[in-house]
């Protein structure tokens, strides 16, 4: 199996930026989609955007396209999430995610992701 874990949630002032990091074990980390999820209180699970293992194909949610931006560092077995121009809506915990799978798109549902990582909570303040 593959463990993650997230790193780099905290809060910040709407407008500000924070780099959310999650850290992937084991060897075939390259052989993942890595996707980005978010949960607001009494929200469902929401895509926010994935890359695929490659990094030259990407996929975002309309609400963070241009705002935010994925990346992946294979060797480091690291997938990372630049946030900018935060604002409240923002507001959620924020999930990394691994899929599997060898269709060369990226998945936007939540069901198709095989392992989770525990959360950061990302909290937009003003």
């Known amino acids: 199996q593959v463990q993650l874990v997230e790193s780099g949630g905290g809060l910040v002032q709407a407008g500000g930026s924070l780099r959310l990091s999650c850290a992937a074990s084991?060897?075939?980390?390259?052989?993942?989609?890595m996707g980005w999820f978010r949960q607001a209180p009494g929200k469902e699970r929401e895509f926010v955007c994935g890359?695929?293992?490659?990094?030259?194909?990407?996929r975002y949610a309309d609400s963070v396209k241009g705002r935010f931006t994925i990346s992946r560092d294979n060797a480091k077995n690291t997938v990372y999430l630049q946030m900018n121009s935060l604002n409240a809506e923002d507001t959620a915990v924020y999930y990394c995610?691994?899929?599997?799978?060898?269709?060369?798109?990226?998945?936007?549902?939540?069901?198709?992701?095989?392992?989770w990582g525990q959360g950061t909570q990302v909290t937009v303040s003003s």
């Open positions: 084991g060897r075939s980390f390259s052989a993942y989609t």
């Open positions: 890359i695929k293992w490659s990094g030259g194909r990407t």
């Open positions: 995610a691994a899929d599997w799978s060898p269709v060369q798109y990226v998945p936007n549902a939540a069901n198709a992701y095989d392992y």
